[in-house]
């Protein structure tokens, strides 16, 4: 039997070839226009790119509220709220999460993703003293960029604040993210809290150095005579990370207001990953319902709230750092930097 000649295998359909030829230049169109698209969205997102903080003294912006802070029901009971508002974009639904019952009443409320507008919105709108330090001048956050970072908000004297620097940038932006910390002193007893948001997508060893980062604020406290707080948002989206976590507060002596499990932010309907975390040290649980997740309005994120208790007497609190002399807040009107530490744009880093 002849061997089949190779020039028949060869002999193609002229429709075919027509076929294969405008498929191969479709998909080289294709190509070409997703690397233009990508080359676009690139360009863009350098063009609108914002500025990192780096200084460890600012920007700082602060505002004392004029009320007398109210005593909470209990004396011995100290209320935590942490909530991620994303990006500050919807105020006013983060406000009727904050004003439920379950959520009322923060004796300290740590937020992230803030701007200025939004803690000074939230401050006024709930009677609190305010000390808030952006990370960076956010490309997410719109034209014109605005500063982007955390606040801590009580009705309580704030004293001996400080910024925490975190090393790492975003893989997505090149933002930088930030933890503040401070001590809040709650009916004549002096609370350490650090407020704490990690970047998303870190690597185990990447998490962990921020981290240790943000525990510096932390130094010296958490005994029943000098409590401390570590909350906000983790972003421990990853069994791993969250494992990282709860060996690191383990060492630490901290305890875990939320069981782990408890969903915090939501794709959707549903509650998915447990990003945010109030850690306590020195103190107790209020009850078998002190930690719980608040109503989701205004974010991905949920609120979340652990009301605790001191342990240790009064006369054996530690003693009380002076007080900061913040600003007075005088609410709808423009808030200046605290302290000259707002910082001229061409000492940040850009991303």
Not at 126 to 133: A, N, T
Not at 189 to 200: A, C, D, G, K
Not at 292 to 320: N, V
Request: glycine share 10%; hydrophobic share 45%; with cysteine.
């Amino acid at each position: 039997m002849a061997a089949p000649d190779l020039r028949e295998w060869l002999r193609l359909p002229g429709a075919v070839v027509a076929f294969v030829t405008n498929a191969g230049r479709q998909w080289v169109l294709l190509g070409l226009g997703a690397a233009l698209l990508f080359l676009a969205y690139h360009h863009r997102r350098r063009s609108t790119a914002g500025f990192n903080y780096v200084d460890p003294r600012g920007p700082r912006y602060a505002g004392a509220w004029q009320g007398a802070p109210t005593a909470p029901p209990d004396p011995g009971r100290l209320r935590v709220v942490s909530f991620n508002i994303k990006l500050a974009r919807d105020i006013d639904r983060a406000l009727e999460a904050l004003r439920q019952p379950e959520l009322a009443g923060a004796d300290i409320l740590l937020l992230q993703e803030m701007d200025l507008a939004g803690t000074e919105r939230i401050s006024c709108a709930l009677g609190r003293s305010f000390i808030f330090y952006p990370a960076a001048l956010h490309p997410s956050t719109g034209r014109p960029l605005r500063p982007f970072g955390v606040a801590m908000l009580s009705p309580w004297p704030i004293a001996d604040d400080r910024k925490l620097l975190l090393s790492p940038l975003s893989g997505r932006d090149a933002a930088r993210k930030t933890a503040m910390a401070a001590t809040v002193v709650v009916a004549g007893r002096p609370v350490r809290v650090v407020n704490v948001h990690l970047q998303v997508g870190l690597s185990t060893r990447g998490f962990l150095l921020e981290l240790d980062e943000a525990l510096v604020g932390a130094e010296g406290a958490g005994s029943p005579e000098f409590p401390l707080i570590v909350a906000g948002d983790f972003n421990t989206n990853t069994n791993a990370l969250l494992h990282e976590l709860a060996e690191k507060a383990r060492s630490r002596g901290l305890t875990s207001a939320l069981p782990q499990g408890v969903g915090t932010v939501a794709v959707g309907p549903m509650a998915m990953w447990q990003l945010d975390h109030i850690l306590f040290a020195g103190l107790g649980p209020a009850g078998t319902n002190a930690a719980l997740r608040g109503p989701r309005k205004g974010s991905d994120h949920f609120p979340i709230r652990a009301d605790l208790i001191f342990q240790g007497p009064l006369a054996r609190a530690a003693k009380q750092p002076p007080p900061i002399a913040l600003p007075p807040l005088f609410c709808g009107e423009p808030i200046h930097p605290a302290q000259g530490a707002a910082l001229p744009v061409a000492v940040a880093a850009k991303v």
